[in-house]
């Protein structure tokens, strides 16, 4: 018998480490080729890590939400032969088995102090290939049983924890018996949970949950402080009448029905910010606010807040410039659905140089979004509803929607963003001047 050291592979071009969201095993448990042992975060996507071999798991190398080196240790297999670790494979032979968890702490230093650390202890060629979350694995084949640790995602795991369900009374769709969103939600409308209440529901509760905040929520957290902490934001706040864009929007999607992706006013709007932008490009920025650079650029890649399962992500359609109507509305739903299944590339979350955010029919009256950092500008869009407008001589009713757009104070100045609310408003409220196909 052997130990095999299963290290954190390279997962993405740049990135030096990675958080630990999610343990698929634990001591003890026996692993098969390709199952996937863990789940590791990085910036915006998630990523599960296979096994490269079969074996027996006798060391888990940190806890849920420790961050880990690329090329550290991650988890220690015992295998037939000789493994790939000769250090660690004497001490396997001592009859206890290893804590699960390494109490020594993971790599958090400098990006210097890593490269030390990773000079010490040499990186090995075994290293799995990382594989996105969304992935099909080749699993085994075994049925699901009660006594086998479930396979869920990480959001899945959260939300029946919520829900106070045990997903080892629940069954799985997906390949060995992992545990879907819909698989949770078709075991809930089942009709199955049991409540752990009794009595009045107006009894008092002293209980407290603590949700550690790791995963994709850090990172939002982390992202949302960083803006708010550097950026001075103005947020300026104005009404649109969009009864005759919405009008046309109809009539687009009458006249090509089902030829062609079904549009929604994000595509209007991107042609907006492309043609104020071409007049403004200082806002079509990004501000690198420790070299004191701000680098306008001349593709304008709009990013998209997307909402899914697993928290906010920021899609990015590059050259949104030279993309006509019907071509940015395809690129917004085809990576909306990437995000919400997993499987969106970090390319397409990243180099974004001005962003769009909206509730949808959930919005209000008006929203004070938080900029992008390092981005300059974020256009916020709000609900529409019909109100009444006085034309000269009447009331007349409106389809009206406020747009809300915040700028970093300290490059762009009040007149500036004034006018570029100014331009979307022009734009919006007379669509011939944007540029249509068809």
Known sequence: MGIHTIRLPDVGE???????????????????????????????????????????????????????????????LSVEGDGNDTQDAAASAQPEIKPAIDKTPPVHGSATEQEESAEREP????????????????????????????????????????????????????????????????????????????????????????????????????????????IPHITIVEEIDMTELEELRAALNKKHDSKRTKLTLLPFMMRAIVEAVTDQPELNARFDDDAGVVRQHGSVNIGIATQTENGLNVIVVHHAESAGLWDNAAKVSQLADDARAGTIKLENLTGGTITITSLGALGAIATTPIINHPEVAIVGINKMQIRPMWDGQQFQPCKMMNISCSFDHRVVDGWDAAVFVQKLKTLLESPAMLFVEG
Request: glycine share 8%; net charge positive; charged share 30%.
């Open 14 to 76: 740049g990135v030096a480490e990675a958080e630990l969201v999610e343990w698929q095993v634990k001591v003890g448990d026996v692993v098969k080729e390709d199952d996937v042992v863990a789940a590791v975060m990085t910036d915006k996507a998630a990523v599960e890590v296979p096994s490269p071999i079969s074996g027996t798991v006798t060391w888990l190398g940190g806890e849920i939400g420790d961050l880990i080196a690329v090329g550290e240790k991650l988890i220690q």
């Open 123 to 230: 990186r090995e060629s075994t290293a799995p290939v990382s594989k996105p979350l969304a992935e099909k694995h080749s699993r085994s084949t075994e049925p699901y049983t009660q006594a086998t640790k479930p396979l869920a995602a990480p959001s899945v795991r959260a939300r029946a924890r919520d829900e106070g369900i045990d997903l080892r009374n629940v069954p799985g769709s997906g390949p060995a018996g992992r545990i879907s969103q819909q698989d949770l939600s078709d075991f809930i409308d089942s009709g199955r949970t049991t409540s752990s209440s009794s009595g009045s529901s107006k009894r008092k509760r002293n209980d407290v949950r603590e949700i550690k905040v790791i995963g994709m929520r850090r990172k939002i957290a982390e992202k949302m402080s960083l803006s708010k902490s550097r």
